[in-house]
Antibody, heavy 122, light 108 residues
Framework: QVQLVQSGAEVKKPGASVKVSCKASGYTFTSYGISWVRQAPGQGLEWMGWISAYNGNTNYAQKLQGRVTMTTDTSTSTAYMELRSLRSDDTAVYYC???????????????WGQGTLVTVSS | DIQMTQSPSSLSASVGDRVTITCRASQGISNYLAWYQQKPGKVPKLLIYAASTLQSGVPSRFSGSGSGTDFTLTISSLQPEDVATYYCQKYNSAPRVTFGQGTKVEIK
């Protein structure tokens, strides 16, 4: 079955960086993209960006431009999301999700990874 | 940027009731809309894409409709297991992806 398995919880200090991994299985990795979505405690879903596993093209949310980098390793079917210069308001559960590639770019997300809690605290 | 506004932000209904959630886009987005269900403490789950296409395995009591700027998610007969927060999501067109703020559904 299609599955996305994310790396474990992280605790970081303000100003540090975090890199979350997302290992895909059960489908042809390069036929889809991977999108990253985060959810702060008690809040809604915030789209962070996506990467095409087909050609590596990326598109990031404007508010995260310059702080986030998304990459893939097609040899291991793994996607990565690195967020730099962490602040306390980056504390959230970070999800990866398989993204359908449409003619306009990114489509809907299914399935989602189990989530990775990133806590930013001094 | 295109904004997605859901209403209501929360609702309480009885088992068996028909429940309707609305999502409005600030500009036309054709049918580039998906709906997700997030149960408490769980991972979001895709319910509907392309505004009205039911994802495989999703109960038929869920349906979606709309095009352009106005969309609805309907639960024809609310069940206890439908307690969740529901999110709409626009995709495809710049700036690519935006989620609505969510609608929390509870049982009365």
């Amino acid at each position: 079955q299609v599955q996305l398995v994310q790396s474990g919880a992280e605790v970081k200090k303000p100003g540090a960086s975090v890199k979350v991994s997302c290992k895909a299985s059960g489908y042809t990795f390069t036929s889809y993209g991977i999108s990253w979505v985060r959810q702060a405690p008690g809040q809604g879903l915030e789209w962070m960006g996506w990467i095409s596993a087909y050609n590596g093209n990326t598109n990031y949310a404007q508010k995260l431009q310059g702080r986030v980098t998304m990459t893939t390793d097609t040899s291991t079917s793994t996607a990565y999301m690195e967020l730099r210069s962490l602040r306390s308001d980056d504390t959230a559960v970070y999800y990866c999700a398989r993204a359908v590639i449409t003619f306009g770019g990114v489509g809907w997300f299914d399935p989602w990874g189990q989530g990775t809690l990133v806590t930013v605290s001094s | 940027d295109i904004q997605m506004t859901q209403s209501p932000s929360s609702l309480s209904a009885s088992v068996g009731d028909r429940v309707t959630i609305t999502c409005r886009a600030s500009q036309g987005i054709s049918n580039y809309l998906a709906w997700y269900q997030q149960k408490p403490g769980k991972v979001p789950k895709l319910l509907i894409y392309a505004a009205s296409t039911l994802q495989s395995g999703v109960p038929s009591r869920f349906s979606g409709s709309g095009s352009g700027t106005d969309f609805t998610l309907t639960i024809s007969s609310l069940q206890p297991e439908d307690v969740a927060t529901y999110y709409c999501q626009k995709y495809n067109s710049a700036p690519r992806v935006t989620f609505g703020q969510g609608t929390k559904v509870e049982i009365k």
